[in-house]
């Protein structure tokens, strides 16, 4: 790639703590926003387990309420990594010369195990049996112009429906959204786990088809950086993905193999505000793809409905805000998983 | 002495009672006023002054003692306090306030209106009707308190050291206009002051009060014909006189009180 | 009389310099705020403070214009106006019975007070599922969440009013045989006003504070949904317009205020 | 002596009523939280209101005590102690200051006072961003939220002290050949103190309600974060301690106010 | 009338400049006080004598007109006022009050406090130095007023009507206070009353001020010998005439302003 004018130290020896990479000669700190997701399982685990610590990495962790609130921070140089949805608020930052980049998956989901998938009520399942039967209905939606709003899109087209056929409500809590289901104010939502399960075991709503159905390979959230961090700092942000990545293969590991489980689901508790270690084998947890790869294909269609509903302001090169190099020479670094 | 008096007043005592000190404000204190008589009461600061007018208008309890004041024979309120100069509500009108009484009483509109116009003008303040109290003197807002107690119209008036804050020149005059609507009226009053010139002035009887406890300890008639006048008065070597006595008096009480 | 001339004249020339500096003060007031729009300006044109996140005044005004001119703008007023209208009225109208309540009965300020002071520290944000449960998401939820926060100055204001009026005023209400209505009416109502009205305009400037929290529920509409949504878009010259428009309602507004308190309170 | 004797048992009698009612009072002012707490308690256990979103209040104790033995809210109080002290003094301090020159001089009082009434409405929500890319994600980030929501009440309150000063007291300092900087120190700070501290009292209950939102942003522990973090994963009842705890720190903050001000205002 | 007069007013006159109607309170006053004399100044409601003391004060400028205080031979204050019952600070002790002058010339502390000392117990307020103005009565707070201006040691006196708002027994005490210290120090004082017994009681002579505009239009010696008595003062026919001649003039003037 072009961007071969820094110089990059990746030497690989089986001596490294690490097992590949060099550690850093001097301890990084690298500072991680996130929203307390179960999506950052990669970054917990790798943490809990040192995969950071083998590359001298030292990582601090920095909560938002909301992915939006990060762009800021991230465009500042305050955070180096965050984990975000793509939304119009983050083309919009691009639009204005926050070069924030695209980095890697931090969230799709699985199919028929869908993560941010449709619930209703749980007194609306004789009502409501088929993605049509959502026609005059009140739907929430944490957010407009954002990967919400474009898996309702997908989710009307699906059922035949526009968007005067049903009520958009916008809701941007997710816990609103339980109590709004709840007391009937609204018939359906677009919810997330664990708040799902947390729903259902509470006999609130109930899970309504699966957002695979309809979007089978919706990028939901995505890695990003900053662009000093990307493009500056290649020796720690090379390395930090490494170990991000060793830590979401030993996720895939835990929920797909069944490998170690308990000792991942002990670290998500730690870090998760789900905290009954019960109620995570019951959880359609977050699909992360272990080499980082992401549909970028989905998230040009996502830009391209943001820029059909006007929510995009400027002019800016849409593949200059995906950056994946990094990424995948780690993979080559670590390796393909299988 | 014919009739029976207005108010009598029998072994009236009032103590104050706290945990540690209990304060006896009046002792013992038994009291006569005629109809029509023009009392004032002298003594010394915190002599309980105002807590023997208080309980005779109702607002403070006595501890033991009685007292009764002969009720009219039209349906008129028993008494009306004339209180210092903060006694008027500073967020109605001249005029409301001067009506505050009847309205309470819910006459019709056309008598509180004319009795009111009456009063208002009688205290010279008809053109400030519609005035706030903040735009008044000091002066004007304590006719504007006499015009309300009288308007009102009760058997006996209890003034409360209505003239304390005034200017001297404006204290002269309002005693003057005090007395003019006094004498047409011809109400029993009972009336505090300081001043002994004010109490020779303007009173039939002078009453002297002792230092804590309260207790009457002197009573003084002023037998100075009416309508009286301040240079009658001041120029009367027998006032002079009832002055100093008074004075000696209270001195001693004061000094007492001072330790 | 030529000697009567002469210090008149002084004191002309003395009022005229005391006319001059007042003069001067209003321009001073005015032109702070320009003032700083100017500085603001500058900064960020000169990229002395960041364009991305500080567009120019300049910048803003024309989105102003955009959003004015599509008739988006108006909507949004309308509709906030009108919930922080009502949300003001159901806030300050129990505000102040309540409040006379508590100050008038003893019994009932000490049971109620205690309550309100545990209640007032919460804030709103952590209210709105509260309030989502049991108004849902309609327009009642929002007015009830901006009358929620208007509430408690008002009524702790109207406590205080109560409380501070003169003993000597009851004494005279007492003394005149005035009745529990003429009392509540005469005395309680008018003595405790200005200070209540001091609760109120309090009340006023956080029902402005509260419109964007109160606009993040279901809300499609209205100044805080065009503040939150055109931030969490990252459409920060959108956002600034919302801004200097609540700024400019709140001035708007405590003007209105201040006009009613002169003609509630004529007395001051 | 016999004769006096009577009265004194009177007024005794009437005393102790008195007495009696007034430990009523204290009774109630203890009762009604209590009672608040009971009748919530009945209501959820009874199914009256929604358990699941208004957890009895054994519940949320029980809670407590899990997180207290857990340690995990020591860390979070502490925390969110130390943000809203320090918060709470950068914003009185510079408020007690810049209120103290608005007061005293009037153009800088023109000047400054249009700003101020500016930005009071701007909702510190809408401030979060601004204030994250100025103060960073950091400790200070907070503290600057709850000092910037201090700020307001406390300046505005110093500025109607300086002005409610009576001009007699001035006259005073005059006469007596005062320096600027006694008079500074000895008429104007005293004299503006009683009014300034209430708005004290204000801006305290007001670092308490911008807590949530100070650690909305970049912050991994504290009470507010409790509360919001515990709100999106929907566990209520840690929501709920979280609030409670607050409601808490408000009493306790004003009370220890209170007593700062019976020794800081001696003469009141 | 050997040495200079120790204030010396020619031709002082005070517009009150506004737009649509401007009030000339003072004119052409003139006038000499003599080192040691203590002068009384009476006159109806409004006439300008708060006016003139505060240009006297430095608190206010003359529209035209000169006036001097003759500067004594130390480093002294030229004058202190002293201001009716809101005149101290409320946020201060008594002690502090009173030192409050004293504080504000940076006199050495011990100075300071030896002198605080002495004029606190000189008004008998020895014992509550450490109180707070709150918790005093108002001829308490008087007393502070004076014992602060005493203290400053100033050249001259100004006094606003300090007993205006006493009641009159305290009155009459703090007038003897008054006149003790006085004849220890022998300042010079102009002391501003509306009470014409006060004046004539207090002073070496009284001037007489006319209703708006203020002229001083009579000034009357007073040559009762000193140390003076209450009694003495009141039993005299002498100042009963005086009385009443100043009595008279007032009321003239007083009527004619209120129309
Ligand atoms: N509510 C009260 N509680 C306790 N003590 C009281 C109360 N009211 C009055 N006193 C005390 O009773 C005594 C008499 O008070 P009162 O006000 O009647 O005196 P006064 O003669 O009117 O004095 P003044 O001339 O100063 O008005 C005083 O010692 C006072 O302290
Ligand atoms: N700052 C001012 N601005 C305008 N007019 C004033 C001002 N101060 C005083 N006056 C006017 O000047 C006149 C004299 O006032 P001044 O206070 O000197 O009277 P006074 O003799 O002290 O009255 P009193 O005996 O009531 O204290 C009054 O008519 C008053 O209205
Ligand atoms: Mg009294
Ligand atoms: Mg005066």
Redesign the interface.
């Known amino acids: 790639s072009d961007k071969e004018t820094v110089k990059v130290n990746d030497d690989v020896n089986k001596d490294n703590p690490s097992g590949d990479l060099a550690p850093l000669k001097e301890k990084t700190k690298v500072v991680v926003a996130e929203d307390g997701a179960a999506s950052g399982a990669g970054f917990y685990i790798a943490n809990e387990k040192g995969y950071f610590a083998d590359y001298n990495i030292e990582v601090e962790f920095a909560t938002f309420a909301?992915s939006?609130d990060m762009?800021?921070a991230l465009?500042s140089g305050e955070v180096d990594i965050a984990g975000g949805i793509s939304?119009?608020?983050?083309f919009?930052?691009i639009a204005?010369?926050?070069d924030v980049k695209i980095v890697a998956d931090k969230g799709h989901n699985v199919k028929g195990k869908s993560y941010f998938t449709f619930v209703i009520g749980a007194d609306k399942q004789d009502e409501i049996k088929t993605y049509s039967d959502l026609k005059g209905k009140r739907i929430?939606v944490s957010?407009?112009?954002?990967v919400d709003d474009y898996i309702f899109h997908l989710m009307l087209d699906h059922a035949g429906l526009t968007k005067d056929d049903v009520e958009?409500?916008?809701?941007?809590?997710f816990?609103?959204m339980l109590?709004?289901i709840?007391?009937?104010?609204?018939d359906a939502a677009l919810n997330i786990e664990p708040l799902i399960t947390t729903g259902v075991a509470k006999g609130m709503h109930v899970r309504f088809g699966d957002a695979t159905d309809f979007a089978p390979e919706a990028q939901i959230a995505m890695v990003l950086g900053s662009p000093q961090f990307m493009n500056e700092e290649q020796d720690v942000s090379l390395r930090f993905m490494a170990a991000y990545l060793k830590g979401v293969r030993d996720y895939n590991d835990a929920f797909k193999k069944g490998e170690g489980k308990d000792e991942i689901i002990d670290i998500m508790t730690q870090y998760t505000a789900l905290k009954d270690a019960a109620v995570w084998e019951d959880v359609n947890v977050t699909g992360l793809n272990p080499d980082g790869k992401m549909f970028i294909g989905d998230i040009r269609d996502q830009y391209e409905l943001y820029k059909k509903n006007g929510?995009i302001?400027g002019d800016f090169k849409f593949d200059e805000a995906i950056d994946t190099d990094i990424t995948e020479k780690a993979v080559e670094i670590i390796g393909q998983y299988e | 002495m014919s009739s029976k008096p207005k108010i009598s007043i029998q072994d009236l005592t009032k103590v104050f009672y706290k945990k540690d000190n209990s304060v006896t404000a009046l002792e013992n204190i038994s009291l006569n006023i005629e109809d029509g008589e023009f009392v004032c009461l002298v003594g010394p600061s915190g002599c309980g002054k105002t807590t023997l007018l208080?309980i005779l208008?109702?607002?403070e309890n006595q501890s033991s003692g009685e007292f009764t004041i002969e009720p009219g024979d039209e349906d008129r309120?028993s008494?009306?306090?004339v209180?210092?100069e903060?006694?008027?509500?500073?967020?109605?009108t001249v005029e409301e306030n001067v009506a505050?009484?009847l309205?309470?009483?819910h006459l019709p509109k056309a008598i509180v209106k004319e009795r009111t116009a009456y009063f208002l003008n009688k205290v010279g303040l008809g053109k400030f009707a519609k005035m706030?109290?903040?735009e008044l003197s000091g002066g004007m807002k304590q006719r504007v308190s006499i015009a309300r107690a009288f308007a009102?119209d009760p058997e006996i008036l209890l003034m409360d050291e209505p003239f304390g804050a005034l200017d001297e020149q404006n204290k002269y005059i309002l005693q003057e206009e005090l007395l003019s609507i006094w004498s047409e009226t011809k109400k029993t009053v009972l009336f505090i002051t300081h001043s002994i010139d004010e109490a020779l002035y303007l009173s039939d009887r002078v009453l002297l009060m002792s230092a804590q406890p309260g207790k009457i300890v002197a009573e003084m008639k002023i037998d100075l014909p009416r309508p009286r006048k301040l240079e009658d008065f001041r120029s009367n070597p027998e006032m002079a006189s009832k002055f100093l006595a008074i004075w000696r008096h209270l001195q001693v009480e004061v000094q007492g009180s001072r330790l | 009389m030529r000697?009567?001339k002469?210090?008149?004249e002084?004191?002309?020339q003395?009022?005229k310099k005391q006319q001059n500096q007042n003069r001067?003060?209003?321009w001073?007031?005015?032109?702070?705020?320009v003032c700083?729009l100017l500085v603001w300006e500058f900064l960020s044109q000169s990229g002395l403070i960041?364009a991305?996140?500080?567009p120019p005044p300049t910048a803003i005004v024309s989105t102003f214009i955009e959003l004015l001119t599509s008739g988006e703008l108006f909507h949004h007023i309308n509709i906030s106006l009108f919930r922080i209208g009502f949300g003001f009225l159901l806030g300050v109208i129990p505000g102040i019975l309540i409040g006379l309540c508590m100050g008038l009965y003893?019994?009932i300020r000490?049971?109620?007070?205690?309550?309100i002071?545990?209640?007032?520290?919460?804030?709103?944000?952590?209210l709105?599922?509260?309030i989502?449960?049991?108004f849902?998401?309609?327009e009642v939820s929002k007015v009830v969440t901006i009358a929620g926060s208007v509430f408690f100055p008002v009524v702790i204001n109207t406590v205080a009013g109560v409380i501070s009026i003169?003993s000597?005023?009851l004494?005279?209400?007492?003394?005149?045989?005035?009745?529990r209505k003429?009392f509540f009416l005469?005395?309680a109502l008018?003595?405790s006003?200005p200070v209540m009205l001091e609760g109120i305009q309090m009340g006023q400037?956080i029902a402005?504070?509260?419109?964007?929290?109160a606009e993040?529920?279901?809300?499609?509409s209205g100044i805080g949904?065009l503040?939150?949504?055109s931030?969490?878009?990252?459409?920060?010259k959108e956002?600034f317009v919302?801004?200097i428009l609540?700024?400019f309602?709140?001035?708007i507004f405590?003007l209105l205020l201040r006009g009613l308190q002169r003609k509630l309170?004529?007395?001051?």
Not at chain 2, 86 to 92: Q, S, Y
Not at chain 3, 171 to 179: F, I, P, R, W
Not at chain 3, 208 to 213: E, F, K, P, R, S
Request: cysteine-free.
């Open positions: 909301n939006d762009l800021p465009a939304s119009a608020a983050f919009n930052a204005q010369g926050i929430a957010g407009e112009n954002g958009f409500v916008l809701m941007p809590d816990g609103t109590a709004a709840d007391n009937g104010s609204i929510a302001r | 208080r208008a109702g607002l309120p008494q009306s306090m209180f210092q903060r006694g008027i509500l500073p967020w109605m505050f009484g309205e309470m009483r706030y109290p903040n009102n | 000697d009567i002469d210090p008149i002084t004191e002309q003395e009022w001067l003060k209003t001073l007031t005015i032109f702070s705020p700083l960041d991305r996140f500080f003893a019994p000490h049971f109620i007070s205690p309550i002071m545990a209640l007032m520290p919460i804030p709103t944000i952590a709105l599922p509260i989502l449960i049991i849902g998401i309609g003169d000597i005023y004494d005279v209400a007492k003394n005149y045989g005035a009745s003429d005469k005395i008018p003595g006003l400037a402005l504070l509260t419109i964007v929290a993040m529920m279901g809300a499609t949904y503040i939150w949504t931030y969490s878009a990252f459409l920060l956002m919302g801004l609540i700024s309602f709140g001035y405590s309170v004529p007395w001051r």
